[in-house]
């Protein structure tokens, strides 16, 4: 077992490395040049040089890659080009903010999506299961903006007036001290990628109360109760913990769009900006990050699987 | 006086929805320390009845009349608790795959105890646990907690099925169904796992249904027999009765279908197939394929006449079975092979990897010979036939086709060596592509091989006439055709590129034997008329009887006996082979 | 459950792999046929036809029935309904009807053509990595691996913050993006057949790869292919919306149903139809396409259960 983790982490750390490559290379396909677009109009050629020197513009393509791999890796991720303050400075807050929600989303969806696949996935066939699939099949397809400007409607502006429909926080203040300012986004993510774990769930556990060893368990006359908690479930979660880190890593690009919606003051809100004013250190930063984040969720999902399979745990090779 | 420990009367299982049923009119009693063999072919429902005595019918099914009895009580009368008492307490099920039949999350330990908690839980801790202990002993499994402590994937397919023989006999059950629990196991694991159960139900005095379409298999084990066929029991006697003075036209056909190890008679097959639930008719549903069949046969189904006491079978012809000619016992067709070579292997010394899986092979096959390649599974035997056709090229040493040294990879080949050699795969379903017609599949290969002007739909016709398939079945899918049927298509298909040497491997192993009768007559025919040469792989020792000049026995990678069938089923001279004959199942061999 | 289950799944849920459609499927000639067909007799399927051919009616013939042009301003910004304008003035006092019925052709036409390039790339590509098994399928997994780091969304904006909104890139990037997941997918569909001894029996009589890749391998992958050729057209249309929706894709004055959503997002709360008009469009193609690539999904498992019997 421990060669495949070895393994996992060493595929893992390559992956990120030809992301760095890639991300870096976005820069150098700016048209124009980097210092000359900092500058705008206060560009004249001794300042044009002058920044071009500051940036390591005039360094080798594979001296400017070292240069800034090294600061990412060491934590300093260059500065704005909007606002020439240290990225790392300008993302702290919001890396927290944005955190919180992905958290709380995720605290509330995967529970509630399991519990739901395994509750539809027993009554199967009868009327709440379809009513419940056709609900799962309508949300996973809608845009999650969609979702979001739906719940702005619904609960904001024209038919209730319960949460704002704006996240407005005081500078220096935390998304978790006005909760109210969270629930619409977290609950956007939340029917966002609940319909997908669900429908897993209830697909593997049936799938698994029409195996074998479940048909085994009830001719040995063991309670129902047993059979699905002790041998259904162990079986049947091991997909849905596949989906489960696969929609987290999705959550690294759903904060994008949702957080512009609600203008919640986290690191997606903060690329969309970016990507606006052609900040490319902040880009490169966020991209490095969201990438980092679904490179590290996938390896945690590997592992999860790895752990809960005892045929993977216990493999000699 | 003893009372029957399971009766069944009358049951019908059917389908939901349609009036269609799975089986119907099944009756039959067994006795404490009695074993029935259930037997019947693919379809005939025998599984359906040994799960209808743990009251479970498949999802989709349901009971439609009759009733279940274990020790005097209607299983229709016992409510949810009670139904789950009697899983496992009275009534305990032996799976046929216990690879899937236990939980691949759960320790061993633990499966085998929540039986006896479920059950015996009036029992203190202590004596569970002794009760654990004592169950894996009888079955000689360690009952050390390092064992406990493993998971099922942990164990050989032997172990798991005498976990699973130990979980059915913890709570010391009334009655034991056994769903052909041998299947995939090789023949000394079999044999071993027989015993075992034989000796459990001996010592514990428990009433067992022994489901299988092993007939000799049951010859072994059976105190009392029922033959089953599209979901109706056609005859049931003792032993002795089924095996020695069948009445049935069908169970006389299936006895003559069973490849006999001694080699006293030949195989022959039952044309046609069993309907299926739905399709079947008003009258006998044999009727169609039987060679007494009148006109009273199709006026209604026939009633059960009893012969001797306890001796049943539902058929008007009964009587006049034994008038039947019995086939003269001839063996392999003696074809004069030539002493020139078609097929030559020397040296041969294959891997897959860093494994090493055969060791020096020599072998040789004359032209117009069937040479059988016997071994169990693990032998050597399958990878040595791919080495053969080209499938395999991780190996040392040579292939020749007459004269010429093959190249390892069949890519590399030239046209003619890989025309020359054609393989025929096991597995029926998985050989031919579903998304083709037979015609297109057959057709592709005649395009490759004799790229031509006639006529293609005429040319694949004939390639269809020459497996006895009617020339309509171009049309058809796979999914269309029984396995009977597709095996013949994977056949006709090698036959189309005009081959001088034929790869049968285990052509037959996944049909049912009076299916498996049939191609085994085909392919006798078809090697005079076609003056082909076979390597015909199998595990199964009585079926080469049938087809093969010469054999080779092999284990773990190496031929340890080589020579004429007769002779090395007689008088072997290698133990392993010894072994293996000692340990194969036969239906003479048990009277 | 396969790697490719487990990709299709999170895609469609699982609870399609294990309903197949009712008695009576047929298996066609062409193998695709008889899988649209038999979706076609389901509710569900006919449900999202209806629905996506009304949303395609309203994206290809709006612009011939609207009442004013998509760029003239006809009334005070944020005004509601009137006669002249059904449901208001958008928030720079332009019709919202005649911009909603203009908008539709851009999210159609990109998210048609991403989808379609996206799609014919990755099934090559998963087929080839599939039965060559060895460095090869490596590379190609790898690679894809880098490619699927990233989320969709944020690739999208990568692209734009170096090279700007121009329309071709965000087909293209959107394209990148299906490549790898509908690769890991088909990929995964295809190891199941690889392994079947027909694809053997092909080798022994030594058949081109080519030939087996496509002529043997790919007729028994239709059944996924099928899917996630409906999948992605459904994540197609919702990822150029959403860089619309960013202010990313068609740029303004032209009109286009993500464009509006942005531009009239602040005024929500005053003119809501600027706002609920696009959204429904969106919701209700993406809701159909979905609808659709589920009754596909259904049939085409009922067929593959048959034929591998």
Partial sequence: MRKLIWRRLALGLLTLWLISLIVFAAVLALPGDAATAILGREATPDRVAALRDQLNLNDSVISQYLQWIGGVLTGSFGESAATQQPVSELLSERVGNSLFLVLVASAVAIPLSIALGVWMAMRRDRAVDHVASTTTLVLAALPEFVIGIGLVLLFATSVFHWFPAVSLLAPGQRAWEVPDVVVLPAATLVLAVTPYISRIMRGSTIEVLESEYVTMARLKGLSERTVIWRHAVPNAIVPAIQVAALQLAWMAGGIVVVEFVFSYPGIGAALVDAVANQDMPVVQTVTMLAAGVYVLMNLIADLATILVTPKLRTAAR | ?591 | MSDHMIDTAVDLGLEAAVEPVGPGAILQRRPWLGILRNALRLARTKIGVAIVALIVAIALFGPLVAPHSPTEFIAAPNSGPSADALFGADALGRDVFSRFLNGGLSVLWMAAAATLIGVVSGVGIGLVAAYSRGWLDDVLMRGSDVVLAFPQIILALLAVSALGPKLWLIVIVVAVGHIPRVARVMRGAAQEVVERDFIKAAEAVGEKRSRIVFGELLPNVTSPLLVELGLRMTYSIALVAAVSFLGFGIQPPASDWGLMIYENRLSISVQVWSVLLPILAIGLLTVGTNLITDGIARAAIGIDRRSTR
């Fill in chain 2, 1 to 591: 006086m003893s009372a029957s420990a399971v009766e069944v009367r009358d049951l019908r299982v059917e389908l939901v929805g349609r009036d269609a049923d799975i089986v119907d009119e099944i009756s039959l009693e067994i006795r404490p320390g009695e074993v029935l063999g259930l037997v019947g072919e693919s379809g005939s429902g025998k599984t359906t009845v040994g799960m209808a005595l743990l009251g479970h019918v498949r999802r989709g099914g349901r009971v439609g009349a009759g009733a279940v009895l274990i020790d005097g009580r209607d299983l229709a009368q016992l409510d949810d608790a009670g139904l789950r008492g009697l899983r496992g307490g009275t009534v305990a099920y032996i799976p046929q795959d216990p690879g899937t039949s236990l939980n691949p999350a759960l320790r061993l330990r633990l499966q085998l105890r929540e039986m006896l908690d479920a059950h015996l839980g009036s029992q203190s801790e202590a004596d569970r646990d002794a009760r654990l202990r004592e169950s894996l002993e009888e079955v000689a499994l360690p009952s050390d907690d390092g064992f406990l402590a493993r998971y099922p994937h942990q164990l050989s397919g032997g172990q798991q099925q005498r976990v699973a023989i130990a979980m059915a006999f913890a709570c010391r059950p009334n009655v034991i169904v056994c769903d052909e629990p041998t299947t995939g196991l090789d023949v000394t694991t079999q044999a071993r796992v027989l015993e075992t159960v034989r000796d459990l139900c001996r010592s514990h005095n428990v009433a067992a249904l022994y489901v299988s379409h092993d007939l000799a298999v049951v010859a072994e084990l059976a105190d009392r027999v029922a033959v089953m066929y599209a979901g109706r029991i056609v005859e049931a006697g003792t032993r002795d009765q089924l095996f020695y003075a069948a009445r049935h036209p069908y169970t006389r056909r299936l006895l003559r279908a069973v490849p006999d190890l001694q080699g006293k008679r030949a195989v022959v097959g039952i044309p046609g197939f069993a309907p299926l639930p739905g399709k079947r008719p008003e009258w006998c549903f044999f009727e169609p394929r039987c060679p007494l069949a009148t006109d009273v046969c199709r006026s209604a189904f026939p009633p059960a006449f009893e012969f001797e006491p306890d001796h049943r079978a539902r058929c008007y012809h009964a009587d006049e079975a034994p008038r039947e000619v019995p086939v003269e016992g001839a063996t392999a067709v003696r074809v004069e092979h030539e002493p020139e070579l078609a097929l030559a292997i020397r040296g041969l010394d294959a891997h897959y990897g860093a494994r090493a899986t055969l060791f020096g092979i020599d072998l040789e096959v004359h032209r117009h010979e069937c040479l059988a390649l016997v071994g169990e599974s693990g032998s050597g035997k399958t990878t040595l036939a791919r080495c053969v056709a080209g499938l395999h090229k991780d190996y040392t040493g040579s292939v020749c086709l007459g004269d010429d040294v093959l190249p390892p990879a069949a890519r590399s080949r030239s046209d003619g060596a890989r025309k020359q050699i054609q393989y025929v795969f096991q597995n029926p379903y998985a050989s031919l592509n579903p998304r083709r017609t037979v015609g297109q599949t057959v057709a592709r290969q005649l395009e490759l091989f004799f790229p031509g002007h006639r006529d293609m739909g005429e040319r694949v016709a004939e390639c269809l006439e020459r497996v006895a398939l009617s020339a309509s079945a171009a049309a058809a899918y796979p999914d269309e055709l029984s396995g009977g049927e597709r095996q013949r298509v994977a056949i006709a298909r090698a036959l189309a590129a005009e081959p001088a040497v034929m790869v049968c491997d285990e052509i037959t192993s996944a049909l049912d034997v009076s299916v498996q009768a049939a191609i085994i007559d085909l392919l006798r025919e078809l090697r005079t008329s076609m003056g082909l040469s076979l390597l015909f792989i199998t595990h199964n020792l009585a079926l080469i009887r049938t087809i093969a000049d010469r054999v080779a026995v092999m284990t773990e990678g190496r031929i340890v006996e080589l020579g004429p069938t007769a002779q090395v089923l007689e008088r072997p001279n290698a133990p392993y082979t010894q072994q293996l004959l000692a340990n194969t199942p036969s239906i003479a061999a048990a009277g």
